[in-house]
C-alpha cells in the first residue's frame, strides 16, 4: 500500500496477529491519518526474519511499529541509526506505549505522528549484545512470559481465550505460576553500581530478578523501582527467597499500587552488570523469549532511540 500524500516516506511495519484496541479495523485509517503528511509503505512480515529484513532493507527515516512489544522489539533490533521510531500499539500488552505516555487508542497516536512536533531520545538495554526496550528478567517473570506465548501459539480455544483476555492474561498467567511450587533460583550477581562505580560481586536467591529501564510490565503492572529510561542507569530488582504465601501477598501489593518492603523487593541501580545462573534459563524482554542460556551481559545504551509523538517519559 503506498500513498502519494506525503512528503517524506515511512514504512508502517503491521503485524497482522496483534489483538488490542481495534488493530485490524482500525489500521486503514490510521494509514490515511498517517498519509496526509507522509508517503506510507506498508509492510507486514509474515515471520521475526522477514521483519527483520523489511526494516533493515528500507531507506525510510521513519519507521512505525503498528503492534505490541513483541513488533517494537524486532524493528529496534533492525533499525538503522539514521531511522526514527513511532509507534500504534495495538497489541496485547503494549508495555512501552504506556512507558512513553501514548494513549490506547491508535488512531490517536496516529493523528499525534502526522502532527509532527520533536522527537525524544530514551535509552535502550542489551543482553548478549541484544536489543529491548521493557523490562526483562529471570525466574518468575520468565516463566510468566514463556506460559503467555505458549497459549498464543496454540491453536483453538486456549490461543482464542488469551487473545479474549488481552493485557489480563500476563497476571493471571503470574497468579498460577505463584501459587504452584517452584523453587529459588541461584543467580551470581556482577554489576557496576550507578552512584560511585564500584563494582560489586554477590549471590543471591531470588524467585524472580527484573531489569528495569522503564517500570511497566505484564500490561500495565509499575514496578516500584524509580526507573525511567532516559537518564543512563538501569535497576536490578531483586525479589528475594520467601514463603508461598508471602509472595503471592506481595505480588496482590503490586497488582494494587501499594508499596513493597524493601526486604521483599530489593532495587539496586547500575550502569552494567553480568547474570550467571548454574543451569540455563529464561531471559525475557519485550513480552518475547530472547535466549536460554546460563550467563547474561547487560549493557546500557544512553539515547540510542528516537521516538516520535511520545509525550514526556512518566517517573
Do not use: W
Not at 496477529?17 to 506510507?40: E, F, K, N
Not at 528500507?58 to 513511532?86: E, F, K, M, P, Q
Not at 511450587?181 to 543471591?204: D, F, H, K, N, Q
Not at 545462573?277 to 525475557?284: D, E, H, R, S
Amino acid at each position: 500500500m503506498h500513498s502519494s500524500a506525503g512528503i517524506d516516506t515511512a514504512l508502517l511495519v503491521h503485524n497482522e496477529r496483534a489483538r488490542g484496541y481495534g488493530a485490524h479495523r482500525l489500521l486503514q485509517r490510521a494509514v490515511r491519518l498517517l498519509a496526509s503528511r507522509y508517503d506510507i509503505v506498508v509492510a507486514a512480515p509474515a515471520s521475526p526474519a522477514a521483519l527483520a529484513d523489511a526494516v533493515a532493507g528500507s531507506r525510510a527515516r521513519l519507521v512505525i511499529a503498528a503492534g505490541g512489544d513483541g513488533t517494537v522489539h524486532g524493528v529496534v533490533n533492525a533499525l538503522t541509526d539514521a531511522a526514527t521510531l513511532a509507534i500504534l500499539p495495538t497489541g496485547t500488552a503494549n508495555d512501552f506505549a504506556r512507558e512513553l505516555g501514548l494513549p490506547r487508542d491508535p488512531i490517536r497516536v496516529a493523528a499525534r505522528i502526522a502532527g509532527g512536533g520533536a522527537d525524544r531520545t530514551v535509552d535502550l538495554l542489551t543482553v548478549n549484545g541484544r536489543r529491548f526496550c521493557t523490562v526483562g528478567g529471570l525466574g518468575l517473570v520468565a516463566h510468566t512470559t514463556t506460559v503467555v506465548l505458549d497459549l498464543k501459539a496454540t491453536p483453538g480455544a486456549l490461543r482464542f481465550a488469551a487473545q479474549a483476555l488481552g493485557e489480563s492474561v500476563y497476571r493471571l498467567a503470574a497468579t498460577a505460576a505463584l501459587l504452584r511450587p517452584r523453587p529459588a533460583e541461584t543467580v551470581r550477581l556482577r554489576y557496576r553500581e550507578a552512584e560511585g562505580g564500584r563494582v560489586v560481586e554477590r549471590e543471591v536467591r531470588t524467585h524472580s530478578l527484573f531489569v528495569v529501564n522503564h517500570r511497566m510490565c505484564g500490561g500495565g503492572l509499575c514496578l516500584p523501582t524509580g526507573s525511567r529510561g532516559d537518564d543512563g542507569v538501569f535497576e536490578l530488582a531483586i525479589v528475594h527467597e520467601s514463603s508461598r504465601p508471602r509472595l503471592v501477598a506481595n505480588f496482590a501489593r503490586l497488582s494494587r499500587g501499594a508499596p513493597i518492603a524493601p526486604a521483599a523487593l530489593e532495587v539496586v541501580r547500575v550502569t552494567e552488570a553480568v547474570l550467571e545462573t548454574p543451569l540455563p534459563t529464561a531471559f525475557v524482554a519485550d513480552g518475547e523469549l530472547l535466549e536460554r542460556a546460563t550467563r547474561f551481559e547487560l549493557r546500557m545504551l544512553p539515547g540510542a532511540l528516537r521516538i516520535r509523538g511520545a509525550a514526556a517519559l512518566l517517573h
